[in-house]
């Protein structure tokens, strides 16, 4: 099967250090890596999107990599505020319109102040 | 003001009932999807449709049914046939992009109890 794996269910932090996020692809390489961000309660919120071609991108304090050698996308969040508390999930999804997407479980992060 | 509704935000069923979740966009967007999520649980693909009319089965589509008469809307019922319904469903949509990659707009998700 196709799956993906976020290695932790939490991650704390103090505030001001950088995040980082791990997540992990088997049996299939996906085009592009998604990342999303759920706070409790709610549906999750678009974050950023990296094909598989590029090794880096970047948005305001998030950078996102890819590397299928390792099969691998990590997510940092530099200069982290409690406000980056939240589920951050990884999906994936294939080079065809219009396919849904593959889900990670999730890992949860507490920023601390 | 543009966005993916859900309705109700609560529900709660008796044993034996079918109930049907509301999701509605006016993004214009061809693709809608449901999902289900469980506590400590990822997102898990019920159904998806990209056009009106069509619809294909997700991971776990058993005991679930949608419908896609309008490109606006996309039901979900969740029948009596599902053994575990209570969970938190959410109702994506997307444009299509002939190469994927098409990110998701989510609603706010229904959350179904069965008492």
């Known amino acids: 099967s196709q799956k993906i794996e976020q290695n932790s269910e939490a991650l704390n932090i103090q505030e001001g250090k950088t995040a980082t996020l791990t997540c992990n692809y088997t049996n299939y390489s996906p085009a592009y890596l998604q990342w999303y961000r759920q706070d409790p309660g709610r549906g999750p919120v678009f974050l950023l999107l990296i094909r598989e071609n590029e090794k880096e991108k970047r948005k305001e304090r998030l950078k996102v990599t890819f590397d299928t050698t390792l099969k691998q996308s990590l997510f940092h969040i530099t200069a982290s505020q409690p406000a980056d508390s939240a589920t951050y999930l990884c999906a994936r999804t294939s080079g065809q319109a219009g396919t849904a997407l593959i889900f990670g479980k999730g890992t949860t992060l507490s920023v601390s102040s | 003001d543009g966005g993916i509704t859900q309705s109700p935000k609560y529900l709660f069923r008796k044993e034996g009932q079918n109930v049907t979740l509301s999701c509605e966009q006016n993004?214009?967007?061809?693709?809608m999807y449901w999902y289900r999520q469980d506590p400590g649980q990822g997102l898990r693909l019920i159904y998806y449709s990209q056009i009106v009319n069509d619809f294909q089965k997700g991971d776990i589509a058993e005991g679930y049914s949608v419908s896609r008469e309008k490109k606006e809307s996309f039901p979900l019922t969740v029948t009596s046939a599902q053994k575990n319904p209570t969970a938190f469903y959410l109702c994506a949509s997307s444009i299509l992009l002939a190469e994927g990659g098409n990110e998701q707009f989510f609603g706010p998700g229904t959350r179904l109890t069965v008492l």
């Open positions: 993004l214009n967007h061809d693709a």
